[in-house]
């Protein structure tokens, strides 16, 4: 995009908790889910406008190191809590807990925030983070948890959460920013850190799902070497209502917003990848991420630590299909999971299981358009990741690793919807200028800094 925004480091340093783990939880057991999911990283980046104003010392550098010793502090204070992200994976059922620590590395930025925020690059990020443009995998000896903290010159700062999958899902990470935001704030007024039990970690998912010796693991459809393109799209209050009114119908006359757009982004990424392959017709299969922490009965409690996650696969034939009736798939899909999915993913000891044969043998040929969907539009991150200088203006994740993969999330005012679309070039290509999609759709607009509110829990409930 022409623009050069770059980051030098300027410190690293391996935070430990603040005391030692008890020689009892050194050895972490790790769950059949943990075992069974993709072992990537997966990084949030929570971007904040610090207002400085109240302070007296006008020095960037010296406001840049009181942030920075406020972050230290309380994340060593934190992974007391959460001491098994302190650790190594040390096999492929247990984590070292050795207090090694987690990397904390520093960063000054050549250039402003507003670089960023007028036209959000998703290749820029890969400067806010050590990955770079990789995802590497998290294997034997890998650190459960890496953080950048990069600081640009307008007083602006950027964290980015490096959290490995074989532990980390999305909600274990919520908790986590959550506990290590809580305890900064507490930390900043120099007071005892007394947090609720909500905020603390529960670590059950080893005793309820062993680990076991036989694993399928999860199919990958793609080469870590094949080019991937992103993008953004924001869906704004009203243009998310007319979707919805226009999707409706007699069968699911009041579709939620998650299923509305999942649909519509599925159809155009289809259509896509028909055209790129000269209009021959595939079926498909969406995967779609399900939070299975409320399926149990009884339900976990979000604060349970460790990967709660399944796959609802919805399917479609060769045929053109209309939004109506993805909507309807992907309903039936969900509810399939609720009933059967838990059970069957522990009976297979795998993460997707397609039960019609035919879809299966051309899934296995590579002979089907294979799409993925996670949606963190009710996870609080915008609301928990305040460490003592107001909530993010903006939260995105990144992807560089798998394409036809689609990510959903709320925006900062708490009423709009962003996805994250990762592609292979040619697909995006055709994607991006799809008249249906953008007629719904903004293409990667400015981040609106004055639209950021303190947004609660109840504002994200009815997406």
């Known amino acids: 995009m022409g623009r050069v925004l770059e980051v030098e480091i300027v410190a690293k340093e391996a935070i430990k908790p603040s005391y030692p783990t008890p020689h009892h939880l050194r050895n972490f057991k790790l769950s059949l889910m943990d075992q069974i999911n993709y072992p990537m990283y997966t990084t949030g980046v929570f971007i904040y406008k610090v207002n ?5 010392d006008d020095d960037l550098s010296v406001k840049a190191g009181r942030i920075s010793r406020r972050l230290k502090s309380s994340l060593s204070e934190t992974l007391t809590k959460f001491y098994p992200f302190a650790g190594k ?12 620590g987690v990397e904390f590395i520093e960063g000054r930025a050549n250039g402003f925030l507003s670089q960023y925020l007028q036209e959000p690059d998703h290749n820029l990020l890969s400067e806010f983070h050590p990955f770079g443009k990789e995802g590497p995998v998290a294997g034997k000896d890998s650190p459960l948890l890496i953080v950048q903290a990069t600081f640009f010159k307008c007083g602006g700062v950027a964290i980015a959460t490096c959290a490995s999958h074989v532990l980390i899902d999305g909600m274990s990470l919520a908790t986590f920013i959550n506990c290590w935001a809580a305890t900064a704030r507490v930390d900043d007024h120099h007071q005892p850190s007394k947090l609720p ?14 680990a076991s010796e036989a694993v399928s693991s999860y199919p990958l459809r793609f080469s870590p070497s094949e080019r991937v393109e992103f993008n ?24 939620s917003t998650v299923e509305a757009i999942t649909a519509l982004i599925w159809k155009c990424a289809r259509t896509a990848s028909r055209s790129n392959r000269g209009g021959s017709p595939r079926p498909s299969l969406l995967l779609q991420g399900a939070n299975f922490r409320t399926e149990l009965v009884p339900p976990l409690p979000d604060n349970s630590v460790g990967n709660c996650v399944g796959y609802a696969v919805a399917q479609t034939g060769e045929k053109e299909t209309k939004l109506q009736d993805l909507i309807c798939e992907l ?14 993913l522990l009976e297979n000891k795998c993460l997707l299981t397609i039960q019609d044969q035919s879809i299966r043998d051309k899934f296995e040929r590579g002979e089907i358009d294979f799409f993925s969907v996670t949606s963190v539009v009710r996870f609080p991150f915008y609301q928990a990741a305040d460490f003592g200088w107001g909530k993010p203006i903006h939260v995105t994740f990144l992807n560089f690793v798998s394409p036809n993969f689609f990510m959903l999330m709320g925006t900062n005012d708490g009423t709009g919807v962003e996805v994250l679309v990762s592609l292979s070039p040619e697909d995006m290509v055709l994607f991006q200028r799809n008249q249906e999609l953008l007629a719904f759709a903004t293409l990667n607009p400015p981040v609106d800094v004055n639209e950021a509110k303190n947004v609660s829990l109840g504002l994200r409930s009815s997406l």
């Open 331 to 344: 309903r039936r899909a969900k509810e399939e999971f609720s009933k059967n999915g838990l059970q069957t």
């Open 197 to 210: 039990a909500s905020m603390l970690p529960h670590y059950v998912t080893a005793s309820l799902f062993p």
């Open 52 to 56: 400085h104003d109240d302070e007296g």
């Open 89 to 100: 994976v040390k096999d492929d059922v247990s984590i070292e807990c050795n207090d090694d």
């Open 232 to 255: 953004r799209f924001v869906f704004d209050a009203s243009k998310i209502a007319q979707l919805k009114a226009e999707v409706s119908s007699e069968t699911i006359p009041r579709p």
